[in-house]
């Protein structure tokens, strides 16, 4: 690193106070969570005051009302589901079509294809899945995430077989020469490979389907199910006015994903811009 | 040898196949039921007539349909500005010498990773409660009522909203695009004496412009397809003038008795995004070239 550059102090200031712009809502979040009904009031200093206790108790009665864990449990079981299904399969299918890409002009096509549903909006699908996948018996949680794993597939699908040249083709010739099948080279050899784009990956596909409101809406309504975004959706009514429980309820949904963000930030932050690059 | 490529390819089809049928069951399928449903007047329950073209010629003269693109392309346009101008300005800071850089880049990321319908409902309380406080305070007029019950504002507080998250993504896409300029670009442009206003427009700019492109195309489709911030913020109003496209096909498609008709329009939907996307891309790509 070149040390003669000096610190642009001023710059490094006006970022810090910029910050403000993001916490000011989750300040507010935070705050409005912890106070009671009757502390609400219509100035500006008494908003932005702290509550006269922290006491948990709003967070219990949202847990109860908005069925907390039920509808956490849903959204771990479809984006964790979804994420190992999407890593394993869309590998595969990258591999594949960016191999087959090379040699011949119908994994071409075949890619092209796929890669070109990016720019299909959900809006148009919508209507006719609803049927398909109630008619199909899929207007469930598995239906969710088979939905997923097809949504997310022309994204995927694009980065994976963009990493394919990454991966030189001698270690696969070698592994056929000893013998290997394709399938087995495929798991023994290129998949660990492609482990920086596994992150990738998961990260992208796991932020988009994590919060991710219209496709439980559409696809999990009357059944009861809920994932953590759709229960503030469903819950918006029993919450009336009073703004502390929707609060401690809004802030039980963001807590997951922050959590796992000040864990991960240094994995995801790479994640995000590397598929922007290859992207 | 040929009788182990003939296996491998064999292994290649036994993996595509399946992949292309559910590729096809899920995304072309509907999407071609959606075009058929559009020259239908289905309700979504009952029986239905085909209709030809009637629905499409319908959309153009539907008030509310025109009403929705107006807003939705108003929307898409000025976020779009909104959140290249901010995210480049944002990535110049972040990649300039700072301290606490990993630190301020991380925090400034953390509106991308929330979900777009509990930000709205934060900021919906925000728009109703806080700012008309602060309105009140100062004596200025427009902020007394709640910017979202009003009809000429409510747009701008989704906006707000839209370009809050939206500039965290664009931003560290800009970084990493500024992290491929090299070093040695700048040094030759400071021994030019260019000044850092020239140097940007001269030198950076042009270098990162894959990276504009990149972040135009996003945007626009992401702000085109707005749906959880109008849900939790105006669920379209007042006066249906913060009904986007999507949230309009949403409302009146699924429980409006519009199935038929909403389908025309989520084709047509589907065929202005291609357009400004491929739109989008030409025009850059030739922008790219010429440099």
């Not at chain 2, 990149?214 to 913060?242: E, H, R, W, Y």
């Not at chain 2, 491929?278 to 025009?283: C, L, P």
Request: proline letters at 4%.
């Amino acid at each position: 690193m070149k040390e003669k550059k000096k610190t642009n102090w001023v710059l490094t200031i006006v970022l810090i106070l910029g910050t403000v712009t993001v916490f000011f809502p989750l300040y507010m979040a935070v705050i409005i969570a912890f106070k009671q009904p009757s502390e609400m009031t219509n100035d500006v200093a008494g908003a932005l005051a702290f509550p006269a206790k922290w006491s948990l108790d709003n967070f219990r009665q949202a847990m109860e009302v908005t069925d907390f864990w039920r509808s956490l449990g849903n959204s771990l079981l479809i984006t964790l589901t979804t994420i190992v299904l999407a890593v394993l399969l869309h590998s595969l299918a990258g591999y594949v079509i960016g191999r087959g890409m090379a040699k011949k002009k119908s994994f071409r096509v075949i890619y092209l294809y796929i890669v070109s549903g990016m720019f299909v909006p959900f809006s148009i699908l919508m209507m006719p899945l609803v049927k398909q996948t109630a008619q199909m018996g899929l207007g469930n949680r598995a239906g969710v995430i088979l939905l997923y794993l097809v949504f997310y597939m022309p994204m995927n699908v694009l980065l994976y077989t963009g990493y394919m040249k990454n991966i030189p083709m001698a270690l696969e010739e070698a592994a056929d020469i000893d013998g290997a099948s394709t399938w087995k080279t495929f798991w023994k050899i290129v998949f660990p490979m492609m482990s920086p784009m596994h992150a990738t990956v998961a990260i992208l596909t796991a932020l988009g389907t994590w919060n991710d409101v219209m496709t439980p809406l559409v696809i999990l309504s009357g059944t009861g199910q809920n994932t953590l975004p759709l229960a503030q959706l469903n819950f918006q009514t029993q919450f009336g006015t009073n703004y502390n429980l929707a609060f401690a309820s809004y802030l039980l949904a963001l807590i997951p994903i922050l959590v796992f963000y000040i864990i991960c930030q240094k994995q995801i932050l790479n994640g995000v811009a590397n598929g922007a690059v290859k992207g | 040898m040929k009788r182990k490529m003939a296996n491998r390819e064999k292994t290649f089809w036994a993996v595509t196949i399946p992949v292309l049928i559910l590729f096809f069951t899920f995304n072309t399928l509907p999407m071609i039921k959606g075009v058929i449903y559009s020259f239908t007047n289905y309700r979504g329950y009952g029986t239905y007539d085909y209709v030809g073209f009637r629905n499409y010629m319908d959309l153009f003269t539907d008030a509310r349909v025109g009403k929705s693109y107006l807003f939705t392309f108003k929307y898409a346009l000025a976020g779009t500005v909104l959140v290249n101008v901010i995210s480049l300005i944002m990535a110049l800071g972040l990649n300039s010498q700072i301290r606490f850089k990993s630190a301020l880049r991380g925090i400034y990321f953390v509106p991308n990773i929330l979900g777009g319908l509990v930000i709205g409902y934060i900021f919906s309380f925000i728009f109703t409660y806080i700012l008309p406080a602060v309105g009140d305070m100062f004596g200025i007029g427009f902020l007394q009522n709640s910017i979202l019950a009003s009809e000429k504002y409510a747009w701008i507080g989704v906006l707000i909203v839209g370009v809050w998250q939206a500039v965290a993504m664009n931003t560290i896409i800009y970084i990493s695009g500024l992290q491929t300029v090299p070093q040695d670009v700048y040094e030759a442009s400071m021994l030019d004496g260019a000044s850092k206003w020239k140097e940007f427009w001269k030198v950076t700019l042009p270098l990162v412009l894959p990276f504009v492109t990149i972040n135009l195309v996003l945007s626009t489709k992401n702000f085109l397809m707005v749906f959880d911030q109008i849900v939790s913020l105006t669920k379209g109003g007042p006066a249906q003038s913060t009904e986007s496209i999507s949230y309009l096909i949403y409302k009146n498609g699924m429980d409006g008795g519009q199935f038929g008709f909403q389908s025309a329009n989520a084709v047509i939907f589907f065929l202005v995004i291609v357009a400004i996307s491929i739109f989008q891309m030409t025009v850059m790509n030739k922008k790219e070239e010429q440099l």
